[in-house]
């Protein structure tokens, strides 16, 4: 499976302003995804981050609020804008390509907003 | 859409015993379905998977049971060791795009000597 990397692995960070997490794979991959994980809970997928292509949100996630590059194969940033309280969360990337199903995950970005 | 709750089900299991921990799908058209394991201050690991065409696939010490009748995925581990002790999630691909998990509310594996 493909080596994933965040930077940076947490932040604390003040309301209103913004933070940019990265996301590094070892090799290329076809799919990259982008998930919110609240303190104490599961999983939600924020959006698909598509190279050379805008990314595609889910319900209740909009670009405005979180913004998401994919300039090439084996890079993706989100970032999450005009941050409050509710926004601390672990932000978690993962990989896949679409010839297996498989998906691996990132260590996650612990981010929490005061 | 997202799970609510702090409080993840609990499975407390004396090291050596087999291990099942179980999960209910929302999705009858899902065509694949993943098994996660989140230890303290990580990112989710692969397990095993599974797609809707089987009902039981094995592992190293892992098996996944499907049961689309009942929308159900189960996970056992056999031989349960202390470095199994996490949170597991399962995981479903709703069908409609590759890649799209849906994931479980989650179950914490407490191993105990």
């Known amino acids: 499976s493909a080596v994933i990397s965040q930077k940076p692995s947490r932040d604390i960070c003040q309301r209103g302003t913004s933070l940019t997490i990265q996301c590094q794979v070892d090799?290329?991959?076809?799919?990259m995804f982008w998930y919110r994980q609240q303190p104490g809970q599961s999983l939600t997928l924020i959006a698909t981050?598509?190279?050379?292509?805008?990314?595609?949100?889910e319900s209740g996630f909009v670009i405005d609020k979180f913004p998401i590059s994919r300039p090439n194969l084996t890079f993706s940033t989100l970032t999450v804008s005009n941050m409050s309280p509710e926004d601390s969360s672990i932000y978690l990337c993962?990989?896949?390509?679409?010839?297996?199903?498989?998906?691996?995950f990132g260590p996650g970005t612990r981010l929490t907003v005061t | 859409g997202e799970s609510v709750g702090l409080h993840l089900p609990t499975l407390s299991v004396q090291e050596g015993d087999n291990s099942i921990i179980n999960c209910a799908y929302s999705?009858?058209?899902?065509?694949?379905f993943i098994w996660y394991k989140q230890e303290s201050g990580k990112g989710p690991q692969f397990i095993i998977d599974?797609?809707?065409?089987?009902d039981k696939r094995q592992g190293q010490r892992v098996t996944v049971l499907l049961n689309k009748t009942v929308k159900h995925l189960s996970l056992q581990i056999a031989a349960t060791q202390p470095g199994d002790s996490a949170v597991y999630f399962c995981?479903?691909?709703?069908?409609?795009?590759?890649?799209?998990?849906?994931f479980g509310a989650g179950t914490q594996v407490v191993v105990t000597p």
């Open positions: 993962s990989v896949g390509e679409t010839s297996s199903y498989e998906q691996y």
């Open positions: 090799s290329q991959v076809t799919m």
């Open positions: 981050a598509n190279q050379g292509s805008e990314a595609t949100y």
């Open positions: 999705n009858s058209a899902s065509d694949y």
């Open positions: 599974i797609r809707s065409n089987m």
């Open positions: 995981a479903e691909n709703l069908g409609d795009s590759w890649g799209k998990l849906q």
